[in-house]
């Protein structure tokens, strides 16, 4: 979350960032601070700096580690990321050949952001909202045509 925290903030413009820089707010620091006092909570529902968040949701999120379930996968994996990527770690690919003992194909998507659509300008979560109106990118769905075209044989 930390490195979701610094890209975000990396991503900000005009008058946010301005705010950011004018105050010299640390947003990383105020979110770690967040989601600390959300690891302490006992409620479904927590209340904190004026914001309701699901507490049990983030508890659960924080506490699952997925090294375990990777090691037991035994069936063909496709993982793919893009370059520009703001919300997942593109590298987390790298620990993901580390932790999946199978057949395990991965791929980063130059100029592709979380919502697998091309980005020619920086990622920033503002340009989300035009982005889900555009087609994913079409070397995703080559990509896993081509997978699954491979795998059809050993079906």
Known sequence: M????????????????WIVRVLRIDPVKSQQKSLDRLKVTTEDVARIS??????????????????????????PVLAITGEKDIQVNPADLER???????????????GVTHLMRSEGT??????????????????LI????????????SW
């Not at 993901?96 to 130059?110: F, N, V």
């Open 142 to 153: 080559e990509l896993v045509a081509n997978w699954l075209e491979k795998g059809k044989s």
């Open 122 to 139: 920086k990622p920033s979560l503002r340009g989300h909202k035009e982005q889900v109106r555009r087609l994913v990118d079409p070397r």
């Open 50 to 75: 004026l914001k309701k968040y699901n507490a049990k949701w983030f508890r659960e999120f924080f506490a699952y580690d997925p090294a375990p379930d990777f090691a037991r996968i035994r069936v």
């Open 96 to 110: 993901m050949l580390e932790l999946i003992p199978g057949d395990i194909e991965t791929h980063r998507l130059p």
């Open 2 to 17: 930390q490195w979701q925290g610094r890209q975000v903030t990396g991503g900000l413009t005009g008058f946010n960032a």
